[in-house]
T-cell receptor
Framework: GQQLNQSPQSMFIQEGEDVSMNCTSSSIFNTWLWYKQDPGEGPVLLIALYKAGELTSNGRLTAQFGITRKDSFLNISASIPSDVGIYFCAGIPTSGTYKYIFGTGTRLKVLA | EAGVTQSPTHLIKTRGQQATLRCSPISGHTSVYWYQQALGLGLQFLLWYDEGEERNRGNFPPRFSGRQFPNYSSELNVNALELEDSALYLC??????????????FGPGTRLTVT
């Protein structure tokens, strides 16, 4: 199936550091969503973006809808151990099929 | 407010059998989506139901099917199970016809193991 390219695939960081990850596509998207998934659980919605250039925050998390509409970024500031998990981006392409496409995921590990 | 619920939590079947997975959406949500997540991989879109009808399906064979009931709960059926069907099956729900209707909320998933 079709998937978005997400990078990095995984990262180890020290507690307190800032984290950046991104999601790119060859297609134009109408909507970008960012999710976090803990082991054995369903993804939890973190941030939703609806307009190109939009910058939205949720606590220590900030996400941006790229101007080209082909990418999105997620930043986590001052990471803490509970930030550990897999972060997925998801997008709805402009084709109008209402079919969500998910990224390959970024696995984050925070070292205390 | 109760979130999306799924049952059973775990399901073990043998190859060739049929599996039935169930999902109850958040109250007020009319759209239900099913995804397959194989171990260590991303989410693959399976099916989308809204107002009782199948609206879209992903690139999966016809032995993956489902339905949505009048109360908007949904069932996913997988016939003639194969070993590679082993995965976490996630259900999500969303509103329709509202500006934030694109936001999907996921259940905890059903872990299907085919032996």
């Amino acid at each position: 199936g079709q998937q978005l390219n997400q990078s990095p695939q995984s990262m180890f960081i020290q507690e307190g550091e800032d984290v950046s990850m991104n999601c790119t596509s060859s297609s134009i998207f109408n909507t970008w969503l960012w999710y976090k998934q803990d082991p054995g659980e369903g993804p939890v919605l973190l941030i939703a973006l609806y307009k190109a250039g939009e910058l939205t925050s949720n606590g220590r998390l900030t996400a941006q809808f790229g101007i080209t509409r082909k990418d999105s970024f997620l930043n986590i500031s001052a990471s803490i151990p509970s930030d550990v998990g897999i972060y997925f981006c998801a997008g709805i392409p402009t084709s109008g099929t209402y079919k969500y496409i998910f990224g390959t995921g970024t696995r984050l590990k925070v070292l205390a | 407010e109760a979130g999306v619920t799924q049952s059973p939590t775990h399901l073990i079947k043998t190859r060739g059998q049929q599996a039935t997975l169930r999902c109850s959406p958040i109250s007020g949500h009319t759209s239900v989506y099913w995804y397959q997540q194989a171990l260590g991989l991303g989410l693959q879109f399976l099916l989308w139901y809204d107002e009782g009808e199948e609206r879209n399906r992903g690139n999966f064979p016809p032995r993956f099917s489902g339905r949505q009931f009048p109360n908007y709960s949904s069932e996913l059926n997988v016939n003639a199970l194969e070993l590679e069907d082993s995965a976490l099956y996630l259900c999500a729900s969303s509103l329709r016809g509202t500006p934030d209707s694109y936001e999907q909320y996921f259940g905890p998933g059903t872990r299907l193991t085919v032996t």
